[in-house]
């Protein structure tokens, strides 16, 4: 990929048991704004949706988060970022993050972050997008999902080619070197569609 201006991170909307996976939004934050890379997030100001947030802001750079009305007051919608949309549903703010990004990082998260990876992974393996995909696997908290993997293809549900479908990077630092070196989609921008 030659460029990425735009990165959508999914994550927590609380710290977690492992203060590394916090240490690593604040970390993953000041990389894109050190990159120049708007971040576009679920627009919450807690948990680790917060502590990337807050991060790219205290680097300069650009956050725009995506809301559905009924989790601003669960979510704490975060009204210092560049910029705050507020939707009226989850599958409008899913469908607006997926426009608004050139990739995806998926740190630590629960029900909901595992939803939205899955369903990028789905929408990329039916070729409805060709965007990178990368999982932040700081502390092992991804392997499961790697052996997951590995399960479905064995028990004949996906291709070996699935494996393709995203990366694994196990360092901050490595994450956006990672998305760089990613091939150049192969679906043109006027084909993504939803």
Known sequence: MASIASVCVYCGSSLGANPRHAEAARQLGAELAGH???LVYGGGRIGLMGQVADAVLAG??????????????LEKGHHGVTELRVVASMHERKNLM???????VILPGGFGTLDEAFEMLTWRQLQLHDKPILFLNIDDYWTPFAKLVDQVIGEGFAR???RRLFAIASAVEDVIPT??????????DSVQRL
């Open 36 to 38: 120049g890379i708007r």
């Open 60 to 73: 300069g750079g650009q956050v725009i988060g995506v809301i559905p009305e009924h989790l601003q007051v």
């Open 160 to 162: 070996e080619s699935s």
């Open 179 to 188: 998305l760089l070196r990613l091939p150049a989609p192969a679906i043109p």
């Open 98 to 104: 997926f426009e608004l990004s050139d990739a995806f």
